[in-house]
């Protein structure tokens, strides 16, 4: 079975800072990693995922997350946030030819102007 | 695509009434899963289907939960009778399923479901 943690329930930050959502997971067999992010009144939406090859993943909108197998974490960064990447994250997993994705609890971002 | 479609978005209804939750997933997609999202809880899978069949229900909570996936391109999620606890954002996402490699889901607006 996976679990995941994700270690911070809110992070405020000021704009322009850089941010780290901390995940980590657990599971005895391969995995893949996401995050997933939701804005107010919507579902979620992908954000990256991690499935094979290169260790850093990378979004569209300036975030990236590495894969750490001996750390088995998978955290997420972004060098400078923007007003509207005020959203809750989600880390989730997914073991390698499975069906199941299990979800950590959220981490809340809050960037302040 | 228009994606993954619920409805209704929103549902108020008092104790002890039926509830049915419906859900539209993206065509061509294998597998369709609902989550259950609250604060104290957080996202919960409550089901998955792989080609319309149930693979997986452990998560359903009690017996009054019951889901449905007549063809590929429908799936409700039935609670009766409804109680104040089950409160909550119901979410269905859907994937291409497994062997993709992708795994990757896509989800509904979600249906904000209020027992009174």
């Known amino acids: 079975a996976q679990s995941v943690t994700q270690l911070d329930s809110q992070v405020p930050v000021f704009e322009e800072a850089p941010v780290e959502l901390r995940c980590n997971y657990s599971s005895s067999v391969s995995v893949y990693l996401f995050w997933y992010v939701q804005y107010p009144n919507q579902g979620l939406q992908l954000l990256l995922k991690?499935?094979?090859?290169?260790?850093l993943v990378e979004s569209i909108n300036g975030f990236e997350a590495e894969f750490n197998k001996s750390q088995t974490s998978f955290h997420l960064r972004k060098p400078s946030v923007h007003i509207s990447d005020t959203a809750e994250y989600f880390c989730?997993?997914?073991?390698?030819?499975?069906?199941?994705?299990?979800f950590g609890a959220g981490t809340r971002l809050f960037v302040k102007a | 695509d228009a994606g993954v479609i619920q409805s209704p978005r929103h549902e108020v209804t008092e104790m002890g009434q039926e509830v049915t939750l419906r859900c539209k997933p993206i065509?061509?997609?294998?597998?369709l899963f609902w989550y259950r999202q609250t604060m104290m809880r957080g996202l919960e899978l409550l089901i998955y289907f792989n080609n319309n069949v149930p693979i997986d229900d452990s998560g359903m909570p009690e017996d009054r939960f019951s889901a449905k996936m007549p063809n590929a391109s429908f799936s409700t999620l039935k609670i009766q009778p409804s109680e104040p606890r089950d409160s909550a954002v119901y979410f269905c996402a859907s994937s291409l399923g497994v062997g993709s490699g992708a795994n990757v889901l896509t989800f509904g607006a979600g249906s904000r479901l209020t027992v009174l």
């Open positions: 065509s061509g997609h294998n597998s």
């Open positions: 991690y499935l094979s090859g290169s260790t």
């Open positions: 989730a997993v997914s073991q390698t030819g499975g069906f199941k994705t299990i």
